[in-house]
């Protein structure tokens, strides 16, 4: 039958055309759904160098004080934290910076009181979202 005209598409390339733009929606929706995740990783990732910062802002003061540290120097240096974060969105969580002693065997001792003159300060940071970082200066 020589000379036929075919019109329309046959069973098979409707069939194929499906399956390929099914597979390309698939890779599109899985892609825009990891958008967001991938955004809130970067900003995580973020906020907690805005919190090493901070810490290390602090830390640069305390190298800069007056030597030898005392207790009372560290005592006044715990009342200026914050002062001297300069980060935003950071501040210094009071119920966690505290006086610190170590002792064999059993640890550490937090103790809030400023005048117990214990030899170190845990200073810890917390940003909005509940990270935080800690270091503890020492008198020397």
Known sequence: MKGRNRKG???????????VFSVLA?????????IPQSASSVITLGRS????????????????LALPVTHAT???FRTNLAANINATG???DAGRTK??????????TEIDDASANAPNLKV???NS???????IFTTS
Request: overall charge negative; proline content about 0%; charged content about 10%.
């Open 9 to 19: 598409f046959t069973l098979i390339e409707i069939i194929i055309a499906l399956v």
């Open 26 to 34: 698939l890779m599109i929706i899985s892609f825009s759904i990891n």
């Open 49 to 64: 160098v805005d919190l090493q910062r901070g810490m290390d802002n602090i830390t640069r003061v305390y190298y800069n």
């Open 74 to 76: 560290l005592a006044a």
């Open 90 to 92: 950071i501040g210094v």
């Open 99 to 108: 006086f610190v002693t170590f002792s064999a065997g059993a640890g550490y």
């Open 124 to 126: 810890t940071l917390v």
């Open 129 to 135: 979202e509940g990270q935080g970082v800690s270091t």
